[in-house]
């Protein structure tokens, strides 16, 4: 019921939609708040009122769901309570008819069957199509089914559609792909590579004894056994060395693919200071050696083609260029609805508190 689960605090002050508070179109300007009346407002986005009563449904429903799960919440009126569950709740109130609006701007919809479907899906996971254990959770948490739909179901469904909206906006195009390629080809190219065995030895008399022994014919597993600092974590001594940069220790990868032959053995190769402080702390007396055997040729890297990389480019591309984008049209998209947001006294958030100061200044109903 985990997934259940998640959509009853979704909708337990985690989320809750606009259309339970009002309803209406986005407009230009907020608004003016009806402040009279048995259920006067407690917020106003653009044309859309949140009231009293839909703010005191939604925190029956948290506190329903702590008795449930047997949470004790801060006293009413105390100002943990306003900060810890009035202010959350309504803050998810008018965050959700802002997306509410963006989405009539957009025009984005979702529709009835759509969030039936969703609704069903979710009672077939949770209670395999058992409808006396879905009626019995539902009036466990004191909710309605019409509380999931619009509350829970309906705005995920809207982000979504969103964020799918804004993103086909900014598509990386098949041109922009390719450019990128083009600008870029030195960092699609396939490393040189070669198959070799390797001792790393505490000093350098070990390191020429090691190297005699190999030189001679020794089981260079042996050796690795007998000589090596790296023998816990590469028994046999095997590596495919590769010629990306900083992939090796840079003495190491020098030696590897410069003069040493097929099946010949290096003299004794000074570990880089910095590297062997870093990985090495304390082991090498005074200066750590690698001995290394060349196994076989180097195997010529290549220029990978478009082809290979393209999806790889794109995805890239989608992760920086459009997410930028989208982060900054998102952001002025919420910065229109701030505008158009307004609060009845004692229900506005609290002011972000300045650097060194101790108060958040949060205020109470």
Do not use: W
């Not at 050796?223 to 220790?249: I, M, Q, R, W």
């Amino acid at each position: 019921m985990r997934r259940f689960s998640s959509t009853l605090l979704t909708l337990l002050g985690v989320l809750a939609l606009a259309s339970a508070c009002g309803g209406g179109s986005s407009g230009s300007s907020a608004a003016s708040l009806n402040t009279s009346g048995s259920n006067p407002d407690v917020a106003v986005v653009g044309n859309t009122h949140i009231t009293r009563n839909d703010l005191d449904h939604q925190i029956s429903l948290r506190a329903k769901a702590a008795l449930v799960q047997k949470q004790t919440l801060p006293k009413p009126g105390s100002a943990t309570y306003q900060s810890q569950v009035v202010q959350p709740i309504l803050a998810r109130l008018v965050t959700n008819a802002q997306v509410q609006n963006i989405a009539d701007q957009l025009g984005v919809k979702v529709s009835d069957s759509e969030v039936q479907t969703q609704l069903d899906t979710a009672v077939k996971q949770q209670f395999g199509n058992d409808t006396a254990k879905y009626q019995a959770y539902l009036k466990q948490y004191g909710l309605t089914e019409d509380d999931i739909k619009t509350q829970a179901i309906l705005p995920s469904l809207l982000e979504n559609k969103i964020i799918a909206k804004l993103k086909s906006q900014y598509a990386i195009s098949d041109k922009q792909v390719q450019d990128y390629y083009n600008s870029h080809k030195s960092s699609y190219k396939s490393p040189d590579t070669r198959k070799v065995h390797y001792i790393l030895t505490k000093n350098k008399a070990d390191a020429q004894a090691a190297r005699t022994a190999a030189v001679k014919g020794q089981d260079f597993g042996q050796l690795v056994k007998k000589y090596s600092l790296d023998y816990k974590n590469n028994a046999s001594g095997a590596l495919t060395a590769t010629s990306t940069p900083g992939s090796l220790e840079q003495n190491f990868q020098n030696a590897v693919f410069q003069d040493l032959q097929t099946g010949g053995v290096t003299v004794p190769v000074e570990v880089d200071s910095t590297y062997a402080q870093q990985k090495l702390p304390g082991e090498c007396k005074p200066t750590c050696y690698f001995v290394i055997k060349a196994d076989d040729d180097i195997v010529k890297g290549g220029q990978q083609s478009f082809s290979q990389v393209k999806d790889q480019i794109k995805s890239t591309l989608e992760q920086t260029t459009q997410a930028q984008k989208l982060q900054t049209r998102i952001q002025q998209l919420l910065a229109t609805q701030k505008k158009i947001t307004k609060y009845a006294a004692g229900f506005a958030p609290p002011t972000p508190a300045k650097p060194g100061s101790t108060s958040s200044g949060a205020p109470t109903t």
